[in-house]
């Protein structure tokens, strides 16, 4: 009877037949391993951070200036007329602002208009870069940081007439201007009055910070901005009552600093800055 | 033997196969894919604090204020809540954003710009003379995220604010 030869494990593993088919598994599995380690890798999601960077743009080749007032009256148009003229009026404009401005911001009564409005500011901080930093959460430089807008709104004095004075606010607000004149190509300031206070709170805010001072300093600064061609916004004119202090329902703290605007307060100052549009081209 | 040999071979060959097919290890599943077991329902949330500020004369706003005031991006947000109201005495408004952001990094993005937001408030509040109450809270408060949702209550009702957002 014929006996298959059977072969021992190591002569098994010396047949060429063995050898060939495991050289083949072993590069078989060699290549997959290469593939593999090659796969082309899941790409991280890109950084989404959102950054609004404000931007040095200009936007006009003419110069242009406000016009003189004749016999004190500019040519104001309600916004009804003017967006006739420019409906893109109120896009080309920003706020600056102390905590005043932030109420009237969070309003957001005036569709287009930028903010860039902040607590305790005023222009004494503004024009002092030692004061005006990050780590003091106010922006530095604010005459570079308007974004390409060109009608720059001011209402700033709450925070600078006890430190400086009527009339060191008022020089303060003029050099403020002109940088922002200096630095803006055919930038158009339009400088607001400041809003006044309520009587139970009038005279116990510092020496200066009331009716009498906030009256005296809205007078020196329409008197500085005629002198320079810049726009003057009466807003403060609509906040009064009848004795001349801020209207009880324009006011939002009447028992604390009696300065901030209720949503009512902020209602009037916006239909005020909206129907007193001005432009020198109109 | 042989036979043993090669049935083991194929095995794991085919095994070898098998773990590379995918490209990579098995991960698990993004919250952009399947949402996160800390996201918030923001309308939710909104109705049940809304009666802590609804006599306050709050003023809703949209993803174009958010983006304006906060620099947050429309396209990271996939859903928002945004109130601003009368706080009464406090010189600043009160200030109510919930944000569902579209993912992790958008959540990152969105909280950081929220609490630059809030130190920013602190600064501004330091020594600012007659907002002490302003001060305090700013000082109490924080901005709270779970899951994509990250939300900032700069509010006098924030305790209940904020045990509404994390319940």
């Known amino acids: 009877m014929y006996e298959r030869k059977r072969m021992t494990p190591a002569k098994a593993a010396k047949s060429p037949k063995f050898i060939l088919t495991a050289v083949a598994c072993l590069i078989v599995v060699i290549v997959a391993i290469v593939v593999a380690v090659n796969l082309p890798k899941k790409e991280k999601a890109p950084d989404n951070k959102a950054t609004v960077k404000p931007t040095k743009e200009t936007t006009s080749e003419t110069t242009t200036e406000a016009p003189k007032p004749v016999g004190g009256e500019v040519p104001y148009l309600a916004w009804e007329e003017a967006q006739k003229k420019n ?34 500011y005023g222009t004494t901080n503004a024009l002092d870069q030692s004061t005006a930093t990050a780590e003091n959460g106010w922006p530095a430089e604010i005459w570079n940081q308007l974004g390409g807008r060109t009608r720059v709104y001011i209402m700033l004095g709450m925070n600078d007439l006890n430190r400086v004075g009527v009339d060191g606010a008022v020089e303060n607000m003029r050099q403020l201007c002109q940088l922002i004149v200096d630095n803006n190509k055919d930038a158009l300031v339009y400088i607001e009055s400041m809003t006044p206070i309520i009587a139970s709170q009038d005279g116990k805010r510092g020496k200066i910070l009331n009716n009498a001072g906030i009256k005296a300093y809205n007078e020196g600064l329409k008197k500085m901005a005629e002198e320079n061609n810049w726009y003057f916004i009466d807003v403060a004119s609509v906040m009064f009552n009848d004795e001349g202090y801020l209207k009880d329902e324009y006011c939002s703290d009447p028992g604390a600093m009696g300065i901030h605007l209720s949503n009512a307060g902020s209602a009037a100052w916006c239909d005020y800055i909206m129907n007193h549009c001005a432009d020198p081209k109109w | 033997m042989k036979k043993l040999f090669a049935i083991l071979l194929v095995l794991s060959m085919a095994l070898t196969f098998a773990a590379c097919s995918g490209g990579s290890a098995p991960v698990a599943p993004t919250t952009a894919q399947t949402g996160s077991d800390g996201d918030v329902d923001i309308g939710a949330v909104y109705m049940a604090i809304a009666p802590l500020f609804k006599d306050n004369e709050p003023r809703e ?13 429309k396209d990271l947000i996939k859903d928002s809540a945004c109130v ?18 579209t993912d992790k990094d ?7 710009a929220l ?16 907002a002490s109450i302003d001060n305090e809270l700013a000082n109490r408060i924080e901005v709270i995220q779970r899951g994509n949702c990250v939300a900032f209550f700069y509010s006098d009702q924030y305790d209940a604010m904020a045990e509404a957002f994390n319940k």
């Open chain 1, 87 to 120: 409906p893109e009026y109120f896009n080309e404009a920003v706020f600056i602002g102390d905590s005043t401005g932030l109420k009237i911001m969070q309003y957001d009564g005036i569709p287009g208009m930028k903010y860039l409005c902040y607590g305790n």
């Open chain 2, 61 to 73: 706003h949209d993803a174009d204020f958010i983006e304006n005031i906060y620099g947050i991006s």
């Open chain 2, 84 to 101: 601003t109201y009368d706080m009464g005495d406090y010189a600043f408004s009160g200030e109510i954003v919930m944000i569902e952001a």
């Open chain 2, 106 to 112: 958008a959540a990152a993005t969105v909280k950081e």
């Open chain 2, 115 to 130: 609490e630059k937001r809030l130190d920013d408030m602190k600064k501004q509040l330091s020594e600012y003379e007659g």
